[in-house]
C-alpha cells in the first residue's frame, strides 16, 4: 500500500511537473515584465548611470535612497498612485453631478417651472403673457416625458413634449446631421432624435421609438425624422407637444417654459419679469438660468457633494496615514546611517532636506501616475455606454488635477514631518547605537 | 636650548559627563584633563564603562560635556550650537568606526565622496579629492564596489579614506579593528598610524586590544571614568 501510494505520488509529480515549471516561469515572466514598466526601475537607471559618470550629488543621493528597497517603494508609489486616482475620479464625479456641462448658447435659455414643485405643471395659457415680455425672443413648452425605451426598466435618455416651430429658436447650438427638421414640424407622431442616441441604440430614420410612460399613464410611439448633433448633450429626444396633449387628453397643461432671451444681458431682467407676471396667480412660476436649473434638478440626487466630500476626505486621511507609516519606517531603518551623516557634518536641515525631498518625490511619482492614469482612463473609455447613458462626460479638468496634485505634494510634505523631527531629535550617539 | 613644546591640538579640562539613567545619575567621566600633541597617535584604553568612548565622543564633537571644557584646535567646543557643531565636525574631525558604517546603497568612492558634498568643491575636483584619498588606503581600484561587496577589511579602509578626504586635522577611531580579522586589523593601523608619521594626522583611538594600542605613540587608561596612570608617552 505504501508503495503504491508512493508510486502515485510520484506519478502526480511527473504529471504535474512541467505545469508547475510552467506556472513559475509565468510569474517570473509577470514579475520581469513589472520590474520593466515600474517608472523607479528607469529612475534608479538613470540616476546609477548619472553617479557613474560624474559622481554622488544631493538630488542622486535622495534619489539613490528613495529606491533602496525597490518594492517598497513602489508599493508606496502605487497606493499613492491608486489613492490620488481615486481622489480625481470622485472630485470629477462630484463636479459632473453638480456642475453640468454648459454651452455658450445655454447663457441665453431661461426655464421657466411651477413655483410649488417642478413636478408641478404649468397653464399652457401662460404662453401668450411670456411671448409679449421684453428681451424673450422665443418660447416654447418643454415637458419632461420619462418614459422608459423598448423593454428597458429605467429611463436611460430624457424624451421632451416641446412646440416644433418654437423650439427651433430655442435650441441653436446644435446641427441636423440626418432627415430634414421641417419633417419633425409636419409629422405630428415624429420625434427629433439625439445622435448619441441613434448609434447607441443602432437607429435609423424612419424607426420607430417607443416609450413607456413613466409620469404620464400613456406611452408613445415615434417615427424618427430628424438627427441633432452638436449639443453638450447628444442623446434626448423630443416630441410634438401637441401629441402630448392628446393621449393626455389634457392640453391645458404644460410642464415648464423654456425660453430664449436676446442677450446674456437681459436675461436676469426677463427672469424677473416673467415672475412677476405670474405674482399672486393660482401658478406662480419660478424662473432661472438653464444652468441654475440643472444645479436644482440634480439637488434631486440628495447632497451628493457632501457625501463624495467626505469619501474624498477619508481617501486623503488614509492615503496621508499610509503615506507617514510607510516612511516612518522606511527612516526608522535608516537610522544609523542618518546619525553617521550627522557625524559627517551633515546639518538637521540638510536631512530634513533629503527626508522631505525623498518623500516628496515619491508622491509626487505616484500622483503622476495616478492622476494621469485617471486622466486617460476617463478620457478614453466610453463612460455613456458604461453607465448606461446616467453620465455623458467625465471630464478631469486641470483644476481637479491640480487639486490631486496639491493634495499629493502636501502629502509628502506632511509624511515627511515625522521622520524629521524624530531624526533631529535623536542625538549622534544615541542614533549610532541603533541596530541596522 | 630645547624647543617649545608644540601647541595642544586637543586640550580637555576638567571635562565630566554625567548621565542619566531613570533616576540614577551615572558619571561616564569625573574630571578628565589631558592635552593631545599635533601628530600624535593616542590610544585610549580601559574596561567597558570606563568613559573612554564618551571621551572620544566629546572630543569629536558629538556628545556634550556635563561640565569642563573640550577643546580642539584653539575651539571650545561645548560653546558651538548644532550647526556650528555640524560644519566644524566636517571640516575638522574624520569618523572611523566598529562597523564601519558605509552607506549600504553607495559604492565606496561614492561613500569617501559624500563628506564633500558639504564643501565648495566642484564635481571635478570631488571626485580627484576622493580618488586620492582611495589612493591613500589602497583601495583606488576597487571605488565602485558597494560595501556589500568588499571585505571587512576593505570596507574600513574606505571609511578611513572617507575619515580623510575632507583633510581634517583630528582623525577619530572607534575601536577601528574590533570586527576585523588580524590581518585586516594590521593593515588598517597601519594606515592610522602611517597617517600620523607622513600627513601629520593627529588620531584618537580607543581600543580593548593591547597588540592594537601597540601602534600608538601614547597610551591613555582610563577607569571609572577617570584617567588611570598609564605607560604615557613610547
Known amino acids: 500500500m505504501k508503495r503504491f501510494l508512493q508510486f502515485c505520488r510520484h506519478g502526480l509529480w511527473?504529471?504535474?511537473?512541467?505545469?508547475?515549471?510552467?506556472?513559475?516561469?509565468?510569474?517570473?515572466?509577470?514579475?520581469?515584465l513589472l520590474w520593466l514598466v515600474n517608472p523607479l526601475t528607469w529612475i534608479e537607471w538613470v540616476t546609477r548611470t548619472w553617479v557613474r559618470k560624474f559622481g554622488i550629488g544631493h538630488f542622486s543621493f535622495v534619489i539613490v535612497n528613495a529606491v533602496r528597497?525597490?518594492?517598497?517603494?513602489?508599493?508606496?508609489?502605487?497606493?499613492?498612485?491608486?489613492?490620488?486616482?481615486?481622489?480625481?475620479?470622485?472630485?470629477?464625479?462630484?463636479?459632473?453631478l453638480t456642475v453640468p456641462p454648459e454651452s455658450e448658447a445655454a447663457s441665453l435659455r431661461v426655464i421657466a417651472r411651477n413655483k410649488v414643485s417642478i413636478t408641478q405643471p404649468l397653464p399652457a395659457k401662460q404662453l401668450p403673457v411670456i411671448e409679449k415680455i421684453p428681451g424673450v425672443v422665443a418660447v416654447s413648452p418643454f415637458t419632461f416625458f420619462g418614459g422608459n425605451f423598448r423593454e428597458e426598466t429605467v429611463t436611460s435618455f430624457a424624451q421632451f413634449a416641446v412646440d416644433p416651430v418654437r423650439f427651433k429658436g430655442i435650441i441653436v447650438e446644435g446641427r441636423i446631421a440626418e432627415g430634414a427638421y421641417e419633417d419633425f414640424v409636419k409629422d405630428r407622431t415624429s420625434c427629433f432624435v439625439g445622435a448619441d442616441t441613434m448609434k447607441r441604440y443602432g437607429l435609423k430614420i424612419g424607426d420607430r421609438m417607443r416609450f413607456?410612460?413613466?409620469?404620464?399613464?400613456?406611452?408613445?410611439?415615434?417615427?424618427?425624422?430628424?438627427?441633432?448633433?452638436?449639443?453638450?448633450?447628444?442623446?434626448?429626444?423630443?416630441?410634438?407637444?401637441?401629441?402630448?396633449?392628446?393621449?393626455?387628453?389634457?392640453?391645458?397643461?404644460?410642464?415648464?417654459?423654456?425660453?430664449?432671451?436676446?442677450?446674456?444681458?437681459?436675461?436676469?431682467?426677463?427672469?424677473?419679469?416673467?415672475n412677476r407676471a405670474f405674482e399672486n396667480t393660482s401658478a406662480e412660476v419660478r424662473t432661472e438660468t438653464e444652468r441654475a436649473f440643472q444645479m436644482s434638478f440634480m439637488s434631486m440626487l440628495g447632497?451628493?457633494?457632501?457625501?463624495?466630500?467626505?469619501?474624498?476626505?477619508?481617501?486623503?486621511?488614509?492615503?496621508?496615514?499610509?503615506?507617514?507609516?510607510?516612511?516612518s519606517m522606511a527612516i526608522r531603518e535608516r537610522f544609523r546611517e542618518l546619525a553617521v551623516l550627522k557625524a559627517l557634518g551633515f546639518r538637521r536641515t540638510e536631512l530634513f532636506a533629503f527626508i522631505l525631498a525623498e518623500s516628496f518625490g515619491l508622491a509626487a511619482l505616484g500622483a503622476l501616475v495616478g492622476i494621469g492614469g485617471a486622466w486617460t482612463f476617463w478620457t478614453f473609455i466610453d463612460l455613456q455606454k458604461m453607465?448606461?447613458?446616467?453620465?455623458?462626460?467625465?471630464?478631469?479638468?486641470?483644476?481637479?488635477?491640480?487639486?490631486?496634485?496639491?493634495?499629493?505634494?502636501?502629502?509628502?510634505?506632511?509624511?515627511?514631518?515625522?521622520?524629521?523631527?524624530?531624526?533631529?531629535?535623536?542625538?549622534?550617539?544615541?542614533?549610532?547605537?541603533?541596530?541596522? | 636650548?630645547?624647543?617649545?613644546?608644540?601647541?595642544?591640538?586637543?586640550?580637555?579640562?576638567?571635562?565630566?559627563?554625567?548621565?542619566?539613567?531613570?533616576?540614577?545619575?551615572?558619571?561616564?567621566?569625573?574630571?578628565?584633563?589631558?592635552?593631545?600633541?599635533?601628530?600624535?597617535?593616542?590610544?585610549?584604553?580601559?574596561?567597558?564603562?570606563?568613559?573612554?568612548?564618551?571621551?572620544?565622543?566629546?572630543?569629536?564633537?558629538?556628545?556634550?560635556?556635563?561640565?569642563?571644557?573640550?577643546?580642539?584646535?584653539?575651539?571650545?567646543?561645548?560653546?558651538?550650537?548644532?550647526?556650528?557643531?555640524?560644519?566644524?565636525?566636517?571640516?575638522?574631525?574624520?569618523?572611523?568606526?566598529?562597523?564601519f558604517n558605509l552607506?549600504?546603497?553607495?559604492?565606496?568612492?561614492?561613500?569617501?565622496?559624500?563628506?564633500?558634498?558639504?564643501?565648495?568643491?566642484?564635481?571635478?575636483?570631488?571626485?580627484?579629492?576622493?580618488?586620492?584619498?582611495?589612493?591613500?588606503?589602497?583601495?583606488?581600484d576597487r571605488g565602485h564596489h558597494r560595501p556589500d561587496q568588499l571585505s571587512?577589511?576593505?570596507?574600513?579602509?574606505?571609511?578611513?579614506?572617507?575619515?580623510?578626504?575632507?583633510?581634517?586635522?583630528l582623525i577619530v577611531a572607534d575601536e577601528p579593528t574590533g570586527n576585523l580579522d588580524a590581518k585586516s586589523a594590521g593593515d588598517v593601523l597601519e594606515i592610522l598610524q602611517s597617517l600620523t608619521r607622513t600627513a601629520g594626522k593627529t588620531v584618537v583611538m580607543v581600543t580593548h586590544d593591547p597588540k592594537s594600542a601597540s601602534y600608538g605613540s601614547r597610551e591613555l587608561h582610563l577607569e571609572k571614568g577617570e584617567l588611570a596612570p598609564g605607560p604615557g608617552p613610547k
Open chain 2, 103 to 140: 552607506i549600504p546603497v553607495l559604492t565606496a568612492a561614492e561613500n569617501v565622496e559624500l563628506p564633500l558634498l558639504l564643501t565648495n568643491l566642484s564635481r571635478k575636483e570631488r571626485r580627484q579629492q576622493t580618488l586620492t584619498a582611495l589612493e591613500l588606503v589602497g583601495l583606488a
Open chain 2, 1 to 99: 636650548m630645547a624647543a617649545p613644546p608644540p601647541v595642544p591640538i586637543v586640550v580637555v579640562r576638567d571635562l565630566s559627563k554625567i548621565y542619566r539613567q531613570g533616576d540614577i545619575n551615572v558619571t561616564a567621566l569625573n574630571s578628565v584633563s589631558l592635552d593631545i600633541a599635533p601628530g600624535e597617535f593616542v590610544v585610549l584604553m580601559g574596561p567597558s564603562g570606563s568613559g573612554k568612548s564618551t571621551l572620544l565622543h566629546i572630543i569629536a564633537g558629538i556628545d556634550q560635556p556635563t561640565s569642563g571644557s573640550a577643546k580642539v584646535q584653539g575651539i571650545d567646543i561645548a560653546r558651538l550650537n548644532q550647526s556650528q557643531l555640524a560644519d566644524w565636525r566636517n571640516q575638522n574631525v574624520g569618523f572611523v568606526f566598529q562597523s
Open chain 1, 14 to 32: 511527473l504529471l504535474f511537473r512541467p505545469l508547475w515549471w510552467l506556472l513559475v516561469w509565468v510569474w517570473r515572466a509577470v514579475l520581469f
Open chain 1, 303 to 327: 447632497n451628493v457633494k457632501l457625501i463624495i466630500g467626505l469619501i474624498s476626505s477619508m481617501v486623503v486621511i488614509t492615503l496621508l496615514l499610509m503615506t507617514v507609516s510607510t516612511m
Open chain 1, 212 to 274: 413607456t410612460g413613466t409620469f404620464y399613464p400613456v406611452d408613445l410611439d415615434l417615427k424618427i425624422v430628424a438627427v441633432f448633433q452638436g449639443t453638450v448633450d447628444d442623446r434626448g429626444v423630443f416630441f410634438h407637444h401637441k401629441l402630448l396633449d392628446e393621449l393626455t387628453g389634457d392640453p391645458g397643461t404644460v410642464g415648464t417654459w423654456y425660453l430664449r432671451v436676446a442677450s446674456a444681458e437681459v436675461a436676469n431682467d426677463v427672469i424677473a419679469r416673467v
Open chain 1, 387 to 436: 453607465t448606461n447613458g446616467f453620465l455623458i462626460y467625465f471630464e478631469v479638468t486641470p483644476r481637479i488635477m491640480a487639486t490631486g496634485a496639491i493634495v499629493a505634494a502636501l502629502l509628502g510634505i506632511v509624511s515627511a514631518i515625522a521622520p524629521s523631527l524624530a531624526v533631529a531629535r535623536t542625538s549622534v550617539v544615541d542614533g549610532l547605537k541603533t541596530l541596522d
Open chain 2, 152 to 169: 571587512g577589511g576593505q570596507q574600513q579602509r574606505a571609511a578611513i579614506a572617507r575619515a580623510l578626504v575632507t583633510d581634517p586635522a
Open chain 1, 69 to 96: 528597497n525597490q518594492r517598497r517603494a513602489t508599493l508606496t508609489m502605487l497606493s499613492v498612485a491608486i489613492s490620488s486616482g481615486l481622489l480625481v475620479s470622485l472630485l470629477t464625479m462630484q463636479r459632473e
